[in-house]
């Protein structure tokens, strides 16, 4: 299914009936006297309903496609996020799941294809600082922070923007900014370990304090991947109720491997597979899916 079908369908209303009835639904083409002005009036109109579509979205990708040395890593990738939205991606290694987010910040530019952000900027056409100063964050896999600094001081360089970091250590703190830190302290459950030094966290404890780093840039778009990959149990059932709280504000998209981490997110899940989405729905759905089975879940 194309993106803009994808937007279409995420954006119909649910259940209600078409009073104008089957023969009103869908305007007949204008027709031309001349064929090749009819294509282009159609053509014209199809263009103008997809770019209605992706304007409801928040993140829209469309047959987007990228190659390295022959091997296609992406192909024909269509997605769409709308806002206030978190997805579950999965899929086996080698799905394509790392370049997709790549290609969202631009990390890596596609061959081919749509990547927009808010219906109407073409992110192919930006780089990674300026991606990210629009309101995508992402979180890699391995936690990066300032292990000889506290974990105030982390959220307090997270916030300081284009300062440096001494500048960022030495500059006043408003009062503005520690409603901020306070605030991020207690979503990422880290209140009671404000001046502890990063490096003295739980390897979970350094995926919450990034997580908060992020959150301190007020992104509209968080992109994790893989957050729960060795915490302990109990330090996943916590992550999954944090991002769960965080969703609330803001989309999220996680990319994960663990099933039961998943379905306590209780969110669609989409499974890429080869470069392109191989099924999409619920986890029961998805998971219950044969080819999901035969190449992801193994059983």
Request: net charge negative; proline share 5%.
């Amino acid at each position: 299914m194309t993106a803009a079908a994808q937007a279409a369908t995420l954006n119909a209303p649910q259940g209600l009936p078409n009073a104008a009835g089957p023969a009103d639904a869908v305007p007949a083409p204008r027709v031309s006297p001349h064929p090749y002005a009819t294509q282009r009036a159609a053509e014209r109109a199809a263009l103008a309903a997809q770019g209605s579509a992706r304007r409801e979205t928040l993140l829209y990708l469309d047959g987007v496609t990228k190659t390295f040395d022959g091997f296609k890593a992406i192909n024909g990738l269509s997605l769409v996020i709308q806002k206030g939205e978190m997805r579950a991606i999965i899929g086996p290694n080698g799905a394509g799941k790392t370049t997709m987010m790549d290609i969202i910040t631009g990390k890596t530019r596609p061959d081919t294809g749509e990547v927009f952000f808010k219906g109407e900027t073409d992110l192919t056409r930006h780089d990674e600082p300026s991606i990210a100063s629009m309101g995508i964050g992402r979180k890699f896999q391995k936690p990066t922070v300032f292990e000889s600094h506290t974990i105030e001081d982390n959220l307090r360089l997270a916030l300081s923007g284009s300062r440096s970091i001494l500048d960022a250590l030495v500059h006043r703190r408003t009062a503005a900014d520690a409603a901020k830190i306070d605030e991020i302290l207690a979503v990422v459950r880290l209140s009671a370990k404000r001046s502890t030094m990063a490096a003295d966290l739980s390897h979970g404890q350094k995926q919450w304090l990034e997580i908060g780093m992020l959150l301190a840039q007020d992104p509209e778009l968080l992109l994790v991947d893989e957050p729960v990959a060795g915490m302990t149990d109990a330090e996943t059932e916590e992550t999954a109720r944090l991002l769960r709280e965080i969703a609330q504000t803001r989309s999220v998209v996680v990319v994960e491997h663990d099933m039961h981490f998943v379905r306590a997110l209780g969110v669609k899940v989409t499974c890429l597979h080869e470069g392109s989405v191989l099924s999409e729905g619920t986890l029961d759905h998805v998971s219950n899916d044969p080819r999901v089975v035969e190449v992801y879940l193994g059983r």
